[in-house]
Nanobody, 119 residues
Framework: VQLQASGGGLVQAGGSLRLSCAAS????????MGWYRQAPGKQREPVATMPTVGSTNYADFAKDRFTISRDLAKNSVYLQMNSLKPEDTAVYYCNAHLRYSDILSEDYWGQGTLVTVSS
């Protein structure tokens, strides 16, 4: 599957952005869809994940500000980001996770979309 992320850009602190991720195949076939981010000089970290079955998970920094959603008919996943802060500046990546077993899984990544939050 191919993932195409979009929606990044430059926004002032306190502003909002909505990221989109379009998949070339059915996202319902994956164990989970999610968003990750990587800031300059830092490791990639999870932002929000949405299992096909189960509860959505948010990183502490994303709770109450970010919302992940999906449209199965469009094979798309979204990340609504509100009250953005300069520390949210990062490249945001869409992820599709497929879990085969406790020890075997597969991840697909989009190309990333840059979010820059100015102070």
């Amino acid at each position: 599957v191919q993932l195409q992320a979009s929606g990044g850009g430059l926004v002032q602190a306190g502003g909002s952005l909505r990221l989109s991720c379009a998949a070339s195949g059915s996202i319902s076939s994956f164990t989970a869809m999610g968003w990750y981010r990587q800031a300059p000089g830092k490791q990639r970290e999870p932002v929000a994940t949405m299992p096909t079955v189960g509860s959505t998970n948010y990183a502490d920094f994303a709770k109450d500000r970010f919302t992940i959603s999906r449209d199965l008919a469009k094979n798309s996943v979204y990340l609504q980001m509100n009250s953005l802060k300069p520390e949210d500046t990062a490249v945001y990546y869409c992820n599709a996770h497929l879990r085969y077993s406790d020890i075997l899984s597969e991840d697909y990544w989009g190309q990333g979309t840059l979010v820059t939050v100015s102070s």
